[in-house]
C-alpha cells in the first residue's frame, strides 16, 4: 500500500498567519490605494460634494449613524433603513429560492413538465424582471414591504430553478447506471444521486441570488415605499442635496450584499466540504 | 474451477442479438448468435477490439439494456429478475464513487437501498474495505484516494452485498500497469475467498489469461464470440504465473485467435 493519499482539506485551517495575511495583502493594498486615490483627487481638484464626497466625510457620517443607532433613545434612519430593506431581500430571497428549487424537483420528477417549462424559464431570466416593480407596487401598495419582497422572489425564482433542474438532470449516466444496478427505487435515486448532485448548481444560483436580492430590493424602493427603506433613503436623501447621507445609503446597501454573499460562501464550504472548488490539493 | 456439479448455470445465452437503431442511422448488429454458459465460481474474460460488444454482452447481462433476440438467463431467471434479486454487483472502468460520500458511505450505498441496519451497514463496510486492504480509509473522501484506491473502493462496493455474480467492465483500464497488476492479484484472492463468479471486460491479454480460467474471444462488425479458451493454469496464480512458460504459450494462443478474428473481418 504505498499509494500516496493526497492532503486533506483541513490543511487550509492550518496555515500560519503570516501567509494567510500575503494571500490578502494585494487586496487590502487595492481597496487602500483607491480609497486615497479617491481622496486626494477629491481635495486636489476641488470636486464639488454633490458630484463626488470625500471618503473620509461618507465614514464620518457613518460613523455617526452608528453612534446614534447604539445611543439609546436616539435612532438611525440608516439602520432602519437597513433593516428594512435587508428584510424585503431576505424574505424574497427565501420565498423565491424556496420556490425555484421546489418548482425544479417537481419539473425534474416529470420530464414533461420540465420540457415545457425550461424554455419560458430561461427567456423569463434574460427579461429585467426589476421593470415590474411599478407594477408590484400597484398590486401590494407602495409602502407594503410585500411588493419588494415579490420583485425579490420573482427575480432570485429563475435562475435558482434553471441551475437546480440542470443539476438534478445533468448526471453521470454511468451513476445512474449504477443505480439501475442495484434496481433503486427513483426516491432513492432523487435523495441519494439527484439532489447531491444539484448541490453545487443550487449553491452557484444561491450565491448569484443572494447578490441579486439586495439589488432588487434597492433598485425596487427606488419606485417608491416608506421613508425607512435604503432604495427610498438613498433617492430622497440625493433628492435634498444631503450627498454624503446619501452614500452612506449606498455603503450600508454594499455591506449587506456582500455579507449575505458571504453567508452564502460559508454554508456552501459547510455543507459541501466534498466540493472540487474546495479541496486543497497543492 | 468448473466443478461437475449440478448447479444451474450462472449465466446462459443461447442465440443472443442485439440490434441498435439508431434514429436515422443504419441498424448496427452490435452482437450476432452469442452462445455462452458460465458456471458458478468460474472467472470468464471477455476480450477484443473496441467495438466487438464486449461490453454490450456485460451489459446486456447486468440488464442496463435488453437483448433484440435469443435467451439470456442469470442464475436461471431473467436478467431483469435477477436485477431484482440484486444478483450482480458491477464495477465499471471509472470507479463512479459519489464524490459527496465518504469511502465508507459509498460502500453502504447498496447496502441503504437494500434496507440493511446501520449497524449491519457498517460493520460490513469495514469489513470489504478491509478485505481490498483500505481498512483505514472509510473516513477519506474518494478525491484524496489515488485511482487504483478508488477502484478498490468501487470493489468493496461491489460485493458488499455478496451477490454471487461480479460484472467488471475494463476496471483497471485507467490504471498504470505497475497498479493493474497488483490490482489483478488482489482480485485473484478476493475471488479465492469469496467463491464468486466474475465476468471481466478487458482490453489486455496477459490480464485476461492471467486472471480467467477461460478467455472468450470476440471480433468486431458484427460482434461474436470467436473462440473460448481454457486457461489449465493452476490457482492461486502469482507473479510466478506470468513468467511459466503455459502462461507465454497461452498469451501468444489468444493473440493469434485475435488476429484471426481481425484478418477474417478483413
Known sequence: MAEAVQTTRNQSSKTPIGARLRYYLPTILVAVGVLLVWELAVRVLNIQQFLLPKPSAILEAFVNEIRLFVTPGEGSILFQAAGATLWAAFGGFCLGCGAGVLVALITARWTIISEAAMPFAIAANSVPIIAFAP?????????????????????????TMINTVRGLTLIDPRQLELMQSYAARPVKILL?????????????????????????????????????????????????????????GIIMASIIGLSFYFVMLLLERWLMPWHVAFRNTD | MTNGTTHAPVIYARNVNKIFKPSGAEPVIALQNINLTVQPGEFISLIGPSGCGKSTLLRLIGDLITPTTGELKVNNKEPHQARLDRDYGMVFQAATLYDWRTVSKNVQLPLEIMGYTPQERKARAQQMLELVELGKFGNHYPYQLSGGMQQRVAIARALAFEPSLLLMDEPFGALDEFTRERMNMELLSIWERTKITVMFVTHSIPEAVFLSNRVVVMSPRPGRITQVVDINLPYPRNFETREDPLFFQKVIEVREYLREAHEVEG
Open chain 1, 135 to 159: 407594477i408590484m407596487n400597484n398590486w401590494f401598495g407602495t409602502t407594503n414591504p410585500a411588493s419588494k419582497m415579490a420583485i425579490v422572489a420573482i427575480i432570485v425564482f429563475f435562475p
Open chain 1, 192 to 248: 441519494a444521486l439527484r439532489i447531491p448532485n444539484a448541490l453545487p448548481y443550487i449553491f452557484s444560483a444561491l450565491r448569484v441570488a443572494s447578490a441579486l436580492s439586495v439589488i432588487g430590493a434597492v433598485v425596487a424602493e427606488f419606485f417608491g415605499g416608506q421613508r425607512a427603506m435604503l432604495g427610498v433613503f438613498i433617492t430622497q436623501e440625493a433628492a435634498s442635496f444631503n450627498f454624503v447621507r446619501a452614500w452612506t
